[in-house]
Structure formats: C-alpha cells, structure tokens
C-alpha cells in the first residue's frame, strides 16, 4: 500500500505549484490542513531555514561534548597508567632506601603526568569545540572557506611574527614530557640557578639562595643541571698537612663517615655506604684527600655541612692538623 493512497490530500493541496513534491513535505501538510498558501509556504520556510538548523546546530553541540567528554576520559586513564607505570630498575641499587626513592619517583612521575594530562585536556577540547564551531556557522549558510583561508594566513603570520613564543611553547612542553626538572628541584639553568617555584609552558620561576626570583623563557634553556633527580652526592675534599699520615687520615674518615651512615638521624638519608675516593690533589702547602657520599635528592648540603663538623671534631682528638693559609701582610711605608 503506498501512502498516497493513505494519506489523501485535498485538491488544493495537490494541485498547489508552490509547495515541492513528497508527502512529509510541510508545506503540503500546512495545505492539506488549512488550505491557505501563505501559511504552508510559511511552514516551509520555517522548517528549513529554523528548525532544522537548530536541531543540527544541538546534535552538533551535544556530540562535540560527547566526544569531549570521551576524550578526558581516555586522557585520564592514560595518565593513571603513567602514573601507575614500572619504575626504573636502578632503584634497586638505592639500598636500604628504596622505598623513599621509590615515593619520590612516583611523586615526579605524577606530577609530571597530571601536567601532561592538563596541557592534552585543553589542546583536545580546543581542537574539536573549533570543529564544531566551524559547522555550526557552515549549517547557518555562513561561507565557512574565507573563515580557513584567513585563519591558515594568521597561522602563518603569527609564525613568524611569534617565532619566540612559539619557540618558548614547544620548549616548555618538551620539558614537561621528558621530566627534565619540575617544582621543587634545585637546578642551573646557566643565567640563573635555585629552586624552581613554577614550571609553565612559556617560562619557569625559580628563586635562588639569596631569595631573588627568577623567570626565565623556556626558549632560552640550553642547558638545565638537576641536582634533584634520583639521588645526589656529597663530595667532600679534606685537607691536611704534608707531615700527616694518609693512611691513617683516610681510616679516620673512614670511621667518621661510617658512624654517621649508622646514626638513626641520617638512616634515610644516605642512602648507600660511604666512600673515602683517595687523594685528590697535591697544593703545595696541602693535601687533599676526597670522600663520597651518596644522599637522597636535596640532601647533599646537609650531609656535607655534618660531616664537616664531625670530621673537625675528630681531627681535633686525633692530633690531626689541618692546614691554614699564611696571611701576608703587605709591609707599610
């Protein structure tokens, strides 16, 4: 049975040149039921240039906020899983502090993941809320071809125009994706160097000893040295006398170094034996003799500041003299 045959129309309706041919046309309907042209051509008009643009312009709408939507979720379990991932294995040869090492790294491989997941987030919804911008204003008839041409030559311009901002961007996100430092280390990053404060995508804050605060562009980091990644080390150069007995200097350090490796202030903290390296120079009114010690990151400072004062306690009971530079005194006239 064909709907003509179900649906019966009015003559008026039928004949009617100004309404387009198929039953589910609104027009014919409007005609069908009111016989007045005006309001069928009326309804045809609606129907097409309002209410189907509306509809789609929604669809358009709630499908770009599905597929957002779907997107930060994907987004999300792939930083759980960044930062739920295997640890390097060397953190097996951090001793009896593995464990510490272990919750540091994954503190960084968080952090590191959740600005990650941040700078995604927004690229991914920037990307598709402009898609569905762009065919919201193609279904309202607006010539959506000038709109790319113009934005591929602002493209281009900023290009070149923002060839420093540009640089600063992709520096920054290099640096947040290969974990070369992140908020809390202490780093040299050649002009400045401190403890960073803030990490962006176009500069990094950092604030060094003396309180003074830094900004420096990402774009101008050639080089950055992270003291806190992993592990740190304690160098320490001791200097005695020509008349002293190295062998019994370095027993003494030895000894030193052991007992504070054993004292419970500092279980955590250095985390692997220490060692006394040896000579390391021959000046000619000393000798300097080297000892190693390998600390949890930021800690080197403090060991180094102990063990200082420990080694000069017992050189002072051992007899052991440490050299002092002769003053000159430039003579008066």
């Known amino acids: 049975m064909s709907f003509t045959s179900a649906v019966p129309l009015s003559s008026a309706a039928a004949a009617d040149p100004t309404c387009g041919e198929g039953i589910l046309n609104p027009c014919r309907s409007v005609m069908s039921w009111t016989g007045n042209a005006d309001a069928a051509q009326a309804s045809e008009w609606f129907v097409e240039h309002a209410l189907v643009p509306v509809v789609t312009i929604v669809l358009l709408v709630v499908a770009g906020a599905v597929l957002r939507w779907v997107a930060h979720r994907s987004i999300d379990r792939v930083v759980v899983r960044a930062q739920e991932g ?51 204003l193609a279904e309202v008839k607006v010539n959506v071809a000038p709109i790319l041409a113009s934005a591929g030559v602002v493209g281009l311009a900023l290009g070149f125009g923002a060839q420093a901002l540009v640089k600063d961007f992709l ?40 309180g003074t605060v830094w900004y420096v562009r990402n774009g101008e980091i050639l080089r950055v040295g992270n003291s806190s990644q992993n592990w740190a080390r304690s160098v320490i150069d001791v200097a005695v006398g020509y008349d002293a007995d190295i062998a019994r200097v370095k027993r003494v350090l030895e000894e030193v170094a052991d007992d504070m490796w054993r004292d419970e202030d500092f279980h955590r903290v250095i985390i692997e034996e220490p060692e006394v390296w040896g000579v390391e120079a021959l000046d000619p009114d000393r000798v300097l003799v080297r000892l190693a010690l390998k600390t949890a990151p930021l800690e080197q400072w403090r060991v180094s500041r102990e063990m200082r004062e420990r080694i000069k306690a017992r050189f002072d009971h051992e007899g052991i003299r440490i050299p002092v530079a002769p003053v000159v005194v430039a003579p008066t006239k």
Request: charged letters at 20%.
């Open 86 to 136: 295997v640890l390097p294995s060397r953190l097996g040869s951090f001793g009896r502090s593995s464990a510490d090492a272990d919750l540091h790294l994954r503190s960084r491989r968080a952090q590191r993941a959740k600005s990650l997941g941040s700078l995604l987030k927004s690229i991914s919804s920037g990307i598709i809320f402009g898609v569905v911008l762009i065919m919201c």
């Open 171 to 210: 520096s920054g996100i290099f640096m947040l994706v290969e974990d070369q430092y992140g908020v809390g280390d202490v780093v040299d990053l050649g002009e400045a160097s401190g403890t960073v404060e803030a990490v962006g995508l176009r500069i990094t804050r950092l604030r060094d000893v003396n």
